[in-house]
């Protein structure tokens, strides 16, 4: 099992920049698949970015690429997800999320089983 903590999280204004957080509990952080989602206001959460268990691999939604970068410290078991070019449409509940099964980086929160409580990033124009 794991736990998840995020933080960085904030109110800041288009174009700007951000990065968030999350401290995994645990021993076997290295064996999961980690993943960050958000959800706003109304909305379905969902899929922002994924990395691989050795960070070989990651994987972004189209609206974040080129924008966003995911990354992870196994020897501090932590995850991170730099924001740039923020816009006002970023705006939302951010989720640290992992995943212990297959080595697919999983666009659907389904497969993911554990979570953390969420960081709010506001950004306005």
């Known amino acids: 099992q794991v736990q998840l903590v995020e933080s960085g999280g904030g109110l800041v204004q288009a174009g700007d920049s951000l990065r968030l957080s999350c401290a995994a509990s645990?021993?076997?952080?290295?064996?999961?698949?980690m993943a960050w989602f958000r959800q706003a206001p109304g909305k379905e959460r969902e899929f922002v970015a994924a990395?691989?268990?050795?960070?070989?691999?990651?994987s972004y939604a189209d609206s974040v690429k080129g924008r966003f970068t995911i990354s992870r410290d196994n020897a501090r078991n932590t995850v991170s997800l730099q924001m740039e070019s923020l816009k006002p449409e970023d705006t939302a509940v951010y989720y640290c999320?992992?995943?212990?099964?297959?080595?697919?980086?999983?666009?659907?929160?389904?497969?993911?089983?554990?979570w953390g409580q969420g960081a709010q990033v506001t950004v306005s124009s």
């Open positions: 999320a992992a995943s212990g099964g297959a080595a697919t980086l999983f666009i659907s929160r389904r497969m993911y089983d554990y």
């Open positions: 645990g021993r076997t952080f290295a064996s999961y698949i």
């Open positions: 990395i691989s268990r050795s960070a070989s691999r990651t």
